[in-house]
């Protein structure tokens, strides 16, 4: 027994360097950046995080500070279009962070705001202003939008990141948090060893793509993506595709379009500010796509109900429709990029920068799931 218990003893100890090694190691390889300032969640790659949704979830704490922060959301287009360092350049009086997520839909885009929203304290929150990117494309039912065998249909990118290391728990509610938000750093500290590892096996698996393939990633690179012309074939399957990826035969989905309403009106109820974005697609698609009509009139829509509200701006770029500017049906090359994020940066200007910041305390308002849940703010 007494040998059985020293070898247990020693397996832990083991155990217990080899973590430490690791997160030690994980340190050296990807130091912590700073707590606070701006951050490109698109350069996921490049960080321990790897992906987009890891990097939003487990790194969003850097957002809790108090300072004016511009933070962007919405999908791929988002992430590719608006550069965060030329708006960032571009603007002087805000922090600014792009944290859109690669096929995300309305749902997802509100689990984000609602992810920055733990983190913070409410004044923080008074000092955000949201950029909200849309299209389309991204007003497709949870349900029909995630929908893959390897996942519990209806769960998000942010969903499978929530549960990956134990943070929350699914039950038939929803998720639940594990750890409270306010320990969520010390909760990364704890898994690096993990992430450390995972990037590894990552990185292993990109060097034998590129002695297989010549290529590292499937992903185009900027340089491969500006010379890029799409053919009347591809053209014709890229309509095809999405028709398939809508789950609908003409029009986007009415409890995304709420979904999206409903987020505004609780951000503005808060204290925030919000700009939300018409994202640009090039001529031919926009005009022959079946859903871009019913997207139209929703779009109008909102913006009659938001327009007269002072914390409530619109971006509108369709004269930016040349197709010869796209690498694909709805992604900005490089040189249009700098476009978008130059006039982005200019509305910014006039919305946020010229503007003091609201140091009144209006009402908090949270959206879980699809309800909505008032409290009065602290002194109220």
């Known amino acids: 027994m007494k040998y059985i218990l020293r070898q247990s003893a020693l397996t832990l100890l083991s155990f217990a360097f080899l ?22 969640f698109q350069a996921a790659e490049q960080t321990l995080y790897m992906t987009v949704p890891k990097y939003v979830f487990l790194g969003r704490s850097v957002l ?32 600014v962070s792009n944290l859109a997520m690669g096929g995300a839909n309305i749902s997802e885009v509100r689990q984000v705001v609602n992810l920055v929203h733990e983190v913070q304290s409410d004044q923080e929150r008074r000092l955000n202003t949201f950029v909200i990117g849309v299209w389309f494309g991204m007003f497709i039912d949870s ?55 995972e990037k590894v096996a990552r990185e292993a698996r990109a060097g034998v793509n590129l002695v297989l393939t010549g290529r590292t990633s499937a992903q185009r690179t900027d ?35 709420e979904v999206l309403k409903q987020t505004i009106q609780a951000l503005l109820d808060s204290g925030e500010k919000v700009v939300l974005v018409d994202l640009p697609i090039p001529a031919w698609h926009r005009k022959a796509s079946p859903y871009q009509p019913s997207y139209r009139r929703a779009l109008t829509d909102l913006l009659q109900e938001f327009g007269d509200q002072p914390n409530f701006s619109s971006l509108n770029m369709d004269d930016l429709d040349n197709e010869l500017d796209y690498s694909d049906e709805v992604h900005a090359k490089r040189h249009l990029a700098d476009v978008w994020s130059t006039r982005l940066a200019r509305k910014l200007d006039s919305f946020v920068c010229l503007e003091k910041p609201d140091k009144s305390s209006p009402k908090v308002t949270t959206l879980r799931s699809s309800a909505q849940v008032t409290t009065a703010a602290p002194g109220n």
Request: charge should be negative; charged fraction near 25%; include cysteine.
């Open 19 to 40: 973590y430490a090694l690791l997160a030690g190691a994980s340190f050296v390889v990807f130091p912590d950046p700073s707590s606070a300032g701006p951050r490109d």
């Open 64 to 95: 809790a500070n108090p300072d004016r922060k511009i933070i962007l959301v919405g999908a791929s287009n988002t992430g590719v279009g608006f550069r965060q360092k030329l708006v960032q350049s571009n603007l002087g009086c805000a922090q």
């Open 143 to 197: 349900d029909v939008k995630y929908a893959e065998g390897d996942r519990h249909r209806g769960e998000t990118d942010v969903d499978i990141e929530r549960y990956r290391y134990g943070f929350y728990r699914r039950t038939p509610d929803g998720p639940v948090a594990v750890l409270p938000a306010k320990w969520l750093d010390a909760g990364v500290m704890t898994i690096r060893p993990f992430l450390l590892l």
């Open 223 to 257: 340089d491969e993506r500006e010379s890029v012309v799409m053919s009347d074939a591809e053209k014709l399957e890229a309509l095809e595709s999405w028709k398939e990826t809508m789950g609908r035969t003409s029009d986007i989905s009415p409890t995304q379009v």
